[in-house]
């Protein structure tokens, strides 16, 4: 069976190449706004929206102006995706600021300080204390906690979290 010129597979490479050649410099253009002049993230979209038009060749349109407003309008979706992803996942646990711990030779802060940090800390759960211990004393990374107690990174990850929460919770009440 013999197929249209547009449908042969050099047909479509060579309509992908054109389209590539016509507009990938335009799409970066409007990526590198939308990511606010991070050239790493825009030129990884430009490459996910090309990919996306080579699956979906058909369905862009043949006009010069109508193929611009369809990749543009496929960049735009794939940034407000990531936008939104990144909006989903739970903010990175960071240490507790203790820059407020009074230096040295203020033994009332001192004491005062090690008073509020025995208390947060004595209001954790024994798991929590050992998790925190685990990621923050000891310096192991939340995989190598999950190897050691059998459960998933996010699993750790999500106690940690929730483990620090509580930390902060008790510093406050101390």
């Known amino acids: 069976m013999l197929r249209a010129p547009d449908e042969s597979p050099t047909g479509r490479a060579e309509r992908m190449t054109a389209l590539h050649a016509d507009h990938a410099r335009a799409v970066l253009r409007i990526l590198l706004v ?3 002049g991070q050239r790493q993230t825009a030129e990884d979209l430009l490459q996910e929206t090309m990919l996306r038009a080579w699956r979906h060749l058909d369905s862009v349109p043949a006009e ?9 309008t496929v960049a735009r979706r794939l940034v407000i995706d ?3 992803l990144r909006r989903g996942r739970p903010a990175e646990v960071h240490l507790v600021d203790m820059t407020w711990i009074p230096s040295g030779d203020d033994t009332t802060g ?3 300080a090690s008073y509020a940090i025995r208390y947060a800390l004595g209001r954790l759960t024994p798991a929590q204390r050992s998790l925190l211990s685990e990621v923050y004393l000891v310096g192991r990374s939340p995989a190598e906690v999950a ?3 059998g459960v998933p990174i ?3 990850k999500s106690r940690t979290h929730h483990a620090m929460r509580a930390l902060r919770t ?3 009440a101390a």
Do not use: M
């Open 34 to 36: 939308l990511t606010r």
């Open 64 to 72: 010069p102006d109508a193929a611009r407003r369809w990749l543009v």
């Open 82 to 84: 990531g936008v939104r």
């Open 110 to 112: 001192t004491a005062l």
């Open 147 to 149: 190897g050691r107690l």
């Open 154 to 156: 996010g699993t750790v």
């Open 170 to 172: 008790g510093l406050k």
